[in-house]
């Protein structure tokens, strides 16, 4: 007899079946809709998980004016948004953006400055050390727009001023901010890659840090050999900002990785770093109490760290909802269902072919969007899931095929979230110190996440790090 599967509750329920005007046709509109919004506000550079809110709404709408019966198709919504999976994500990210928020109040920015200039670092070298302070950043944090918001406007005129090559170093942060985007356990892709594809979140950590380092590893190389070039200059006022107490903080990222890959869930792992980061920051003396929770002195203030941690996230939490219902209208009117069999009959009938598909179709997701983590809930429910099922693969191999895809071209192309806040804070930095400004396309040179995809692909082609759900001795035979 096989174990109960104790996450049987993370799926969309397939059972429904709604009917909607033109067919397939008809339940494809809310995506189109969706997607074409998405797309117009990337373009013009409105991008963002608040500003696609109308997007997801008009969707639904859509999708109402098409449905043959309102009250079935209402039901139909009302299941997406209610579907367990996407509770798991909600609660991660609410205690994720104040786990977050703690990171930085506590000085880790700061630290991480310390550590790049007294190591005497100068040119590539110090490229080298911006990337690592961006990967750490990262991984404490979870958020890649948060990481070069704060590293961009000290460690780009400091880097500058200590001979790097302005786009390299530009391009450096924003590869550590991928970085910790793609392997954090409190990352929005990783939670998202994780809990769509019942994976734990021990098991997609573990089997996501080779890949993640082995593209980190090529990305450190490449930094530092192309990473210098530039004129060592005094450093301006940017040395007030430099305080070694900062990196006390990692001390809390470090509870919440041990606690994550030891099995806990991740809810208990990110209290007990929310907990921990709030404990050292008063320690410190960076954080006081009064500033993480305390009742306002008139309607409307500021509640502290805490309110402004989940604040952060709420417009991720409220578009994530909105796809989740949409999805769920997709697999109901049976168009996920005839992708998924057109994907198996032409470009998936081996386990290589399944992988590649899983990539493809993530990859296609992410670049019209401007925010990874919704591509992974458009795609990882009703395709990847489904379609890595069929093939045996292990929930962890799915999630970091997705996570992995899904962090690749999106840190290259202008148009999304993480480039347009990273090169919107390396033009204040640039023009605040009269430094030269690298285009925004510079970030086509990103090298984690070209590397991250060559590594990707190798795994595929190799098979090295793929498992499976049950082992291939023991199951029907798989064409690999």
């Given amino acids: 007899m096989s174990a109960p599967d104790k996450n049987k509750d ?27 919004i998405l797309i117009w506000l990337s373009v013009a550079e409105r991008g963002g998980t608040q500003a696609f809110w109308a997007g997801g709404w008009l969707a639904i709408v859509a999708g109402l004016m098409l449905a043959k019966n309102k009250f079935e198709y209402s039901q139909s919504v009302l299941r997406g948004l209610g579907d367990k999976n996407g509770i798991v994500i909600i609660t991660a990210w609410l205690f994720a953006g104040v786990f977050g928020k703690l990171m930085v109040a506590g000085g880790l920015v700061e630290g991480l400055l310390w550590f790049g200039t007294k190591a005497g670092a100068t040119g590539s070298v110090f490229t080298l050390i911006a990337f690592i ?13 948060g990481t070069v918001l704060s590293l961009i406007p000290v460690m780009y005129p400091a880097g500058v001023y200590l001979g790097a090559d302005p786009a390299m170093l530009g391009v450096g942060i924003l590869a550590g901010a991928a970085f910790g985007d793609n392997l954090a356990p409190i990352s929005d892709t990783t939670i998202v890659s994780a809990y769509t594809q019942e994976a734990t979140m021990k098991d997609v950590v573990r089997s996501r840090f080779p890949l993640a ?21 005094s450093l301006p006022e940017i040395a007030a900002k430099i305080d070694p107490l900062g990196l006390v903080m990692l001390v809390s990222l470090g509870i ?62 409220i578009f994530a909802l909105l796809v989740l219902a949409i999805t769920q209208v997709l697999v109901e ?23 590649l598909s899983i990539i493809g179709v993530t990859i296609l997701a992410s670049i019209p969007i401007a925010a990874n983590a919704p591509a992974e809930l458009l795609v990882g429910p009703s395709f990847v899931k489904p ?10 191999r799915r999630a970091n095929l997705m996570d992995c895809a899904v962090c690749s071209i999106f840190f290259t192309v202008p148009w999304h979230i993480a ?15 009269s430094l030269p400004l690298p285009s925004i396309w510079s970030a086509m040179m990103n090298p984690y996440n070209w590397s991250l995809l060559a590594v990707l692909i190798f795994s595929v082609m190799t098979g090295w790090n793929r498992k499976f759900e049950v082992p291939v001795a023991d199951s029907t035979k798989v064409k690999s």
């Avoid at 969309?12 to 995506?31: E, H, N, V």
Wanted: include cysteine; proline fraction near 2%; aromatic fraction near 8%.
């Fill in 10 to 36: 993370f799926e969309f329920d397939t059972s429904k079946k709604l009917d909607m005007y033109g067919g397939i046709l008809g339940g494809l509109i809310p995506l189109f809709v969706l997607i074409g």
């Fill in 133 to 145: 302070a961006a990967c750490l950043f990262a991984l404490g944090t979870g958020s890649s727009t």
């Fill in 419 to 433: 480039v347009i806040v990273w090169y919107s804070a390396m033009s204040t930095a640039a023009q605040a110190y």
């Fill in 213 to 233: 380092m082995a593209a980190a590893t090529i990305s450190a190389i490449i930094l530092l050999i192309f990473g210098g070039g530039g004129t060592v200059a």
């Fill in 333 to 355: 009117s049976g168009v996920m269902d005839r992708i998924l069999k057109s994907a198996e009959k032409t470009i998936a009938k081996t386990v290589k072919q399944a992988e």
């Fill in 387 to 396: 379609i890595g099922k069929k093939f045996n693969l292990a929930p962890a």
């Fill in 256 to 317: 919440v990785v041990v606690l994550a890959l030891n099995g806990r869930h991740i809810i208990e792992s990110l209290i007990w770093g929310n907990i921990s980061a709030a404990f050292f920051g008063v320690l410190i003396g960076k954080v006081q109490i009064s500033t993480l929770f305390h009742i306002p002195a008139k309607r409307g203030e500021s509640t502290g760290l805490i309110e402004q941690g989940i604040s952060g996230v709420t417009g991720a939490i």
